[in-house]
T-cell receptor, first 117, second 115 residues
Framework: AQKVTQAQTEISVVEKEDVTLDCVYE???????LFWYKQPPSGELVFLIR??????QNEISGRYSWNFQKSTSSFNFTITASQVVDSAVYFC??????????????FGQGTILTVHP | DTGVSQDPRHKITKRGQNVTFRCDPI?????LYWYRQTLGQGPEFLTY????????KSRLLSDRFSAERPKGSFSTLEIQRTEQGDSAMYLC?????????????FGQGTRLTVV
């Protein structure tokens, strides 16, 4: 069975602070993909990044960066110099390749990020 | 608008009534997924289609739930004899082929409230 755990239920920061959202996953698949999605108050899940299990390179996109460490089964997400518009619920998700896990996403519980001006 | 579209956005129904939701995926996407999201939780997988074939159903999908994708395009999710526990956001997503690297695009969801 697959599992994604986001230990932080809520995080509150002041604008311009850096913030890291933690994600730990469990899977028996050797091939899998990890994702981060953002869910603003409108409800739509917005795709942020995809990372495959064979690529442990960290990635940076503007103010966003992701740290994938297979040894600790973690895929953490950092927002640098946070802005009020970053306020949303963030979900980490896993898609496996084996059996019934193929193709479908398993989500974590989500982290509510509030950025105060 | 070329994104995933869901209708209605909100639905309030009385317990025991039947409801039906519609999802229009991105036109070239052959995979379509339904997820349910309750307050404070992440989305949970319900079922998915590859073209018109329903390939998997979650244990969450009780006998009161049925989903169809008759022509491999839009999909409907029906809940019969609704219960208060069915109150949730129902999300639809679509993606290209079964490739693992195919990202899923989500609609804005249908929020169901059973009173």
């Amino acid at each position: 069975a697959q599992k994604v755990t986001q230990a932080q239920t809520e995080i509150s920061v002041v604008e311009k602070e850096d913030v890291t959202l933690d994600c730990v996953y469990e899977t028996r698949d050797t091939t899998y993909y990890l994702f981060w999605y953002k869910q603003p108050p409108s409800g739509e899940l917005v795709f942020l990044i995809r990372r495959n299990s064979f690529d442990e390179q960290n990635e940076i996109s503007g103010r966003y960066s992701w740290n994938f460490q297979k040894s600790t089964s973690s895929f953490n997400f950092t927002i640098t110099a946070s802005q009020v518009v970053d306020s949303a619920v963030y979900f980490c998700a896993l898609r496996g390749a084996g059996g019934t896990s193929y193709g479908k996403l398993t989500f974590g519980q989500g982290t509510i990020l509030t950025v105060h001006p | 608008d070329t994104g995933v579209s869901q209708d209605p956005r909100h639905k309030i129904t009385k317990r025991g009534q039947n409801v039906t939701f519609r999802c229009d995926p991105i036109s070239e996407h052959n995979r379509l997924y339904w997820y349910r999201q309750t307050l404070g939780q992440g989305p949970e997988f319900l079922t998915y289609f590859q073209n018109e074939a329903q390939l998997e159903k979650s244990r969450l999908l009780s006998d009161r739930f049925s989903a169809e994708r008759p022509k491999g395009s839009f999909s409907t999710l029906e809940i019969q004899r609704t219960e208060q526990g069915d109150s949730a956001m129902y999300l639809c997503a679509s993606s290209l082929s079964p490739g693992l690297n195919a990202e899923a695009f989500f609609g804005q969801g249908t929020r169901l409230t059973v009173v």
